[in-house]
Nanobody
Framework: QLQFVESGGGLVQPGGSLRLSCVASGFTLDDATIGWFRQAPGKEDEGVSCISSSDGKTYYADSVKGRFTISRDNAKKTVYLQMNSLKPEDTANYYC?????????????????WGQGTQVTVSS
């Protein structure tokens, strides 16, 4: 049974920073490609970032490029999303998810296993 537990969300002022964590269980982390997604109220799910299992290449949505950084620690079975220079439009519930370890760009994969999410609110 593959599961994720997200943490690190909270309330932060514009321009502030947060680091989200996603702890995996039920599988070896280096066998999976991991993505971060977010969903704001009334809006569709948006892909934020992902990191491939095959070559470690990363992808960032244009809206977060230069501000967010994805990383992984396979020994700790944890994936991180460092978020800097946060904006009110970053407010959303953030989810991590896993995709098969295929040699395909991570933004082209279908993500099969999802965590429950952690809330990020950016407000003054």
């Amino acid at each position: 049974q593959l599961q994720f537990v997200e943490s690190g969300g909270g309330l932060v002022q514009p321009g502030g920073s947060l680091r989200l964590s996603c702890v995996a269980s039920g599988f070896t982390l280096d066998d999976a490609t991991i993505g971060w997604f977010r969903q704001a109220p009334g809006k569709e799910d948006e892909g934020v970032s992902c990191i491939s299992s095959s070559d470690g290449k990363t992808y960032y949505a244009d809206s977060v490029k230069g501000r967010f950084t994805i990383s992984r620690d396979n020994a700790k079975k944890t994936v991180y999303l460092q978020m800097n220079s946060l904006k009110p439009e970053d407010t959303a519930n953030y989810y991590c998810a896993a995709a098969p370890p295929l040699p395909t760009p991570c933004f082209q994969l279908t993500y099969e296993y999802w965590g429950q999410g952690t809330q990020v609110t950016v407000s003054s």
